[in-house]
T-cell receptor, first 115, second 115 residues
Framework: AQKVTQAQTEISVVEKEDVTLDCVYE???????LFWYKQPPSGELVFLIR??????QNEISGRYSWNFQKSTSSFNFTITASQVVDSAVYFC????????????FGAGTRLAVHP | DTAVSQTPKYLVTQMGNDKSIKCEQN?????MYWYKQDSKKFLKIMFS???????INETVPNRFSPKSPDKAHLNLHINSLELGDSAVYFC??????????????FGPGTRLTVL
């Protein structure tokens, strides 16, 4: 069975703090893909990053960075110097190789950044 | 030039009615999806169509019927609406060619409220 766990239901930080959102996944597939999506208060789902199971390089995009560790089945997301506009629900998701491209979502982490 | 669009954005209706949600994508993708987001923000796939062919049909009541007239459109028809159908419904699309897994891009969502 495939599963994504986001243990942090809600995180509250003050602006300019760094924050890490945890994501742990389960799959028996050797080839799989991991994603992060952002859902701001306006409700849309915004794609942030896609990573395949053979690429364990960490990625940095501006204030965002992702740490993929196959050894611990984790794909964590860090926001550096958080801003109020980062307030949103963040979803980690998984697609396995035999899943017809079916996204398996975690429950989401609600991040509140206060001024 | 919206990539994935849905209409309507809001839908309020009475129990027992029949309603449809329309989705269109102009990304040239070959696969489209419907996801349901419940009141706790949990996202789950309902259906997926590849080149107008149904390839994912999760455990969804028969009252839900997707229809794909062409690659760029995937509509969702719901019969005999029930209170539990109240949710946000997201359409998404991606390119799935040669077994590769591409990123799914989501529409803005349709908030369905059944009274």
């Amino acid at each position: 069975a495939q599963k994504v766990t986001q243990a942090q239901t809600e995180i509250s930080v003050v602006e300019k703090e760094d924050v890490t959102l945890d994501c742990v996944y389960e799959t028996r597939d050797t080839t799989y893909y991991l994603f992060w999506y952002k859902q701001p208060p306006s409700g849309e789902l915004v794609f942030l990053i896609r990573r395949n199971s053979f690429d364990e390089q960490n990625e940095i995009s501006g204030r965002y960075s992702w740490n993929f560790q196959k050894s611990t089945s984790s794909f964590n997301f860090t926001i550096t110097a958080s801003q109020v506009v980062d307030s949103a629900v963040y979803f980690c998701a998984l697609v396995g190789s035999g899943g017809y491209n079916k996204l398996i979502f975690g429950a989401g982490t609600r991040l509140a950044v206060h001024p | 030039d919206t990539a994935v669009s849905q209409t309507p954005k809001y839908l309020v209706t009475q129990m027992g009615n029949d309603k449809s949600i329309k989705c269109e994508q102009n990304l040239g993708h070959d696969t489209m999806y419907w996801y349901k987001q419940d009141s706790k923000k949990f996202l789950k796939i309902m259906f997926s169509y590849n080149n107008k062919e149904l390839i994912i049909n999760e455990t969804v009541p028969n009252r839900f019927s997707p229809k794909s007239p062409d690659k760029a459109h995937l509509n969702l028809h719901i019969n005999s609406l029930e209170l539990g159908d109240s949710a946000v419904y997201f359409c998404a699309s991606s390119q799935v060619s040669g077994g590769a897994t591409d990123t799914q891009y989501f529409g803005p969502g349709t908030r369905l409220t059944v009274l």
